[in-house]
C-alpha cells in the first residue's frame, strides 16, 4: 500500500477490491478487533461535516484507537500552506511545523479541505491536501479536497457491489441544477472509482461543465485497462436510457472559477431539467439512485426518488464508516 489515501489513482484495481473485501468483512463483525489500540490519529477539518466527522470519529473508536479533532481557525490555529511566504496575514502557523508536531502524537491524519471556487489552475492541484502529504512522514487520508473525495467513492463502490454484485454495471453520473457552486471533488472521484472498477459510466452535464481534461485522461484510461467504457452527453433525458445505476451530483463549472455571480446566472437556465425525477428514472433498468449527501430535496431530487425503494443513500452513507475502517487498518500497520 502508498503510505498516503490521496486518490484511488495511486492504487491498482486489486487493491481497492481488497479494501472493499476487508471492509465488508469489518462490517460483518464491527468491533471484532482493535488494530489501533493504543493509537491516535488527528483528523483536521477545514470545512463543515457530517457524516465524514462522525464516521472516522466512530471509526476509530471501534478499532480501538483514539480521535483529535482540530479546526484550523476555530480550535486550533490557522494555517499557511504556501512554500516560501512571508507570513505576516491572518495565517498564525504553516503547515510545516504544524504535521511535524503533529506527527510526534498520532499515527495518522485526516484532512477535509474543499475547494474554494475562485482559481481553477491551482486548486486543480491540490495545493493544501498535497502539502499535508510533503510534509508528513505518517499516512495522510483524504477526507476531501479540492478535487477527490476518495472515502466517498470507495464508499460508493462497495455499496454498488452490496446491491448489484461485482459484476460491471451501467453507471450514470449525472449533474444536477443546485442554486450555487459546488465543488468537483465528489463527482471526479466516483468516475474515477467508477471506472477502475471496470463499470460502463456515462457522463451528463451541459455543456461548460466538463470535468478536468487530466483527470478524464486517467478516467478514460482507467475504464480501457479494466474493461469498462466511458462516454458522455448533454442531454438530461437520454442519459437515464438502460441504466443501472444513477449517481447525482451537482458541481461547479471550471470556467466560473472565481465568478461565483455568473456562474449562478449560467446555471439558472437549466433549473428545469436538470433534476432526477421520476419520468427520468422510468428510462432506466430499475437503477439504484445514490448521491453522497447532503441532498437538496426536490432541487437535486425529489421526494419520490430519494424515498423509493430503488434509492440506497443511506446505505451509502454508512458505508463510508465500514471502508475507512479498512483504509485506516491498512495504512496503519
Not at 477539518?45 to 480521535?67: C, H, K, V
Not at 455568473?262 to 425525477?277: P, T
Request: glycine share 6%; net charge negative; aromatic share 8%.
Amino acid at each position: 500500500m502508498n503510505k498516503d489515501f490521496l486518490t484511488t489513482e495511486h492504487f491498482s484495481t486489486a487493491e481497492l477490491k481488497g479494501l472493499i473485501d476487508h471492509a465488508v468483512a469489518l462490517k460483518s463483525d464491527r468491533l471484532a478487533t482493535k488494530p489501533l489500540s493504543g493509537k491516535s490519529i488527528a483528523l483536521v477539518f477545514f470545512n463543515p461535516s457530517l457524516r465524514t466527522r462522525a464516521s472516522m470519529q466512530i471509526g476509530i473508536y471501534e478499532l480501538g484507537g483514539n480521535a483529535v479533532i482540530l479546526e484550523p481557525g476555530g480550535t486550533s490555529w490557522t494555517l499557511e500552506h504556501r512554500e516560501g511566504v512571508v507570513m505576516d496575514g491572518n495565517k498564525t502557523e504553516h503547515l510545516n511545523e504544524f504535521v511535524r508536531v503533529l506527527e510526534r502524537y498520532v499515527s495518522a491524519i485526516g484532512v477535509r479541505t474543499f475547494a474554494a471556487l475562485e482559481d481553477w489552475e491551482t486548486e486543480r492541484t491540490d495545493p493544501i491536501l498535497k502539502a499535508f502529504a510533503r510534509y508528513a512522514s505518517i499516512p495522510i487520508i483524504n477526507l476531501e479536497s479540492a478535487m477527490h473525495h476518495p472515502c466517498q467513492s470507495m464508499a460508493d463502490m462497495m455499496t454498488i457491489r452490496e446491491h448489484l454484485g461485482t459484476q460491471k454495471k451501467k453507471v450514470l453520473l449525472t449533474w444536477a441544477w443546485h442554486p450555487k457552486p459546488l465543488p468537483m471533488a465528489v463527482p471526479n472521484s466516483f468516475a474515477l472509482a467508477a471506472a477502475q472498477f471496470g463499470h460502463d459510466l456515462r457522463i451528463a452535464h451541459p455543456k461548460g461543465y466538463e470535468l478536468d481534461d487530466a483527470l478524464l485522461g486517467q478516467i478514460q484510461s482507467q475504464a480501457a485497462a479494466n474493461g469498462g467504457s466511458v462516454e458522455f452527453t448533454n442531454d438530461p433525458d437520454e442519459a437515464f436510457n438502460g441504466i443501472e445505476v444513477v449517481y447525482a451530483k451537482s458541481f461547479g463549472s471550471k470556467n466560473f472559477y472565481g465568478d461565483p455571480e455568473g456562474e449562478i446566472r449560467e446555471r439558472a437556465l437549466y433549473r428545469d431539467k436538470w433534476i432526477v425525477d421520476d419520468a427520468k428514472m422510468s428510462k432506466t433498468a430499475d437503477a439504484r439512485f445514490m448521491h453522497c449527501l447532503p441532498v437538496r430535496r426536490n432541487v437535486i431530487v425529489t421526494d419520490s426518488v430519494i424515498d423509493s425503494p430503488n434509492s440506497i443513500v443511506v446505505d451509502e452513507a454508512e458505508n463510508r464508516l465500514h471502508i475507512q475502517k479498512a483504509i485506516m487498518t491498512e495504512l496503519i500497520k
